[in-house]
């Protein structure tokens, strides 16, 4: 699976952004999909993930209610709605895709270790 995230720039606190995740290859609808974030200086955190049916939604506590994840498997997309941003959500946004498996843990989403595909970033800053 190859991704492409887009849909960063440069907005104001308190605005609206939408990141897109496109992807190409065979068996989109067996992946699990997760957003996560690097902040300069920082490590890669979790944002948000969605399970390869949908139904299962993850967030962050930090993104909790203003960030919705939704996934698209009949056109291989994945989108995150950013809403009530902050200048704390500045950051370089990556999509990733880990394929599920029964034995997966609850927490298959957590760590970036655990992803197999990884798209390039798209940078969201937010000013104050």
């Known amino acids: 699976v190859q991704l492409q995230a887009s849909g960063g720039g440069l907005v104001q606190a308190g605005d609206t952004l939408r990141l897109s995740c496109a992807a190409s290859?065979?068996?989109?609808?067996?992946?699990?999909l997760v957003w996560f974030r690097q902040a300069p200086g920082k490590e890669r955190e979790f944002v948000a993930a969605i399970t390869r049916s949908g139904f299962t939604k993850k967030y962050a506590d930090s993104v909790q209610g203003r960030f919705t994840i939704s996934r698209d498997n009949a056109k291989n997309t994945m989108s995150l709605l950013m809403t009530s941003l902050t200048v704390e959500d500045t950051a370089v946004y990556y999509c990733?895709?880990?394929?599920?498996?029964?034995?997966?843990?609850?927490?298959?989403?957590?760590?970036?270790?655990?992803?197999?595909?990884w798209g390039k970033g798209t940078l969201v800053t937010v000013s104050s």
């Open positions: 290859g065979r068996s989109f609808d067996d992946y699990g």
């Open positions: 990733a895709a880990r394929l599920q498996r029964t034995s997966d843990g609850s927490q298959w989403y957590r760590s970036p270790d655990g992803m197999e595909f």
